[in-house]
């Protein structure tokens, strides 16, 4: 089993940056397929962007050009976000598959609690 715990969350102004951080209870993200995955309320949760051990990375189109992920080290990623939108609000997931590529959440194995992302003025 592996835990994977997000921060960084918050509430920013329109334009503005955030950082979030997903960090493995074990070494886990050398081998595993990493995503970013995100839900507003009374929305299905959605991919946001992952990133394969070979460091190839994918993005959804809605946040292409502000958005990186990035893998750290075998138990930390982040997600740095730019320029955010008031539709960029929303609960942030961390997720882990080990079984390869995919953008659906039921094919990873492994989720984070969420951290909350509010952009407001």
């Known amino acids: 089993q592996v835990q994977l715990v997000e921060s960084g969350g918050g509430l920013v102004q329109p334009g503005g940056s955030l950082r979030l951080t997903c960090t493995a209870s074990?070494?886990?993200?050398?081998?595993?397929?990493l995503a970013w995955f995100r839900q507003a309320p009374g929305q299905d949760r959605e991919f946001v962007a992952a990133?394969?051990?070979?460091?190839?990375r994918y993005y959804a189109e809605a946040i292409k050009g502000r958005f990186t992920i990035s893998r750290e080290d075998s138990q930390t990623m982040h997600l740095q976000m730019n320029d955010l939108k008031p539709e960029d609000t929303a609960v942030y997931y961390c997720?882990?598959?080990?079984?390869?590529?995919?953008?659906?959440?039921?094919?990873?194995?492994?989720w984070g609690q969420g951290t909350q992302v509010t952009v407001a003025s």
């Open positions: 997720a882990v598959s080990t079984t390869g590529y995919s953008r659906q959440p039921k094919d990873f194995n492994y």
């Open positions: 074990r070494r886990t993200y050398s081998s595993s397929f």
């Open positions: 990133v394969r051990p070979s460091g190839n």
